[in-house]
């Protein structure tokens, strides 16, 4: 069983940073690809950033390019999510997921991926 369990979110100013941490315990890390999506009042779930299982190649959503960093440590079974230049429109939830590499590309999270709870990203104008 894989349970991913989010960590440092919280309220910032627009054009400030913070670091999400994902830690996904009990695993191969280096076995699963790695997802960050986020939710916003009244908005359906979106995806935001996915990393492949070897930790060498990424993507983003249009709106977060230039700004938000997705990484993994294999090692230390962790994931991250560097978000700078933060905007008021990046104000959600954000939640981490983990999927084996096993079947289809690295950024399509499918239907098999193990979620976390969330933390909250709040960031004011």
């Known amino acids: 069983q894989v349970q991913p369990l989010e960590s440092g979110g919280g309220s910032v100013q627009a054009g400030g940073s913070l670091r999400l941490s994902c830690l996904a315990s009990?695993?191969?890390?280096?076995?699963?690809?790695g997802y960050w999506f986020r939710q916003a009042p009244g908005k359906e779930r979106e995806f935001v950033a996915a990393i492949k299982s070897s930790g060498d190649l990424t993507t983003y959503v249009e709106a977060v390019k230039g700004r938000f960093t997705i990484s993994k440590d294999n090692v230390e079974n962790t994931m991250f999510l560097q978000m700078d230049s933060l905007k008021p429109e990046d104000t959600a939830v954000y939640y981490c997921g983990v999927r084996l590499g096993n079947s289809g590309a690295y950024w399509y999270a499918g239907e098999s991926v193990s979620w976390g709870q969330g933390t909250q990203v709040t960031v004011s104008s």
């Open positions: 009990g695993i191969t890390f280096g076995l699963y690809h």
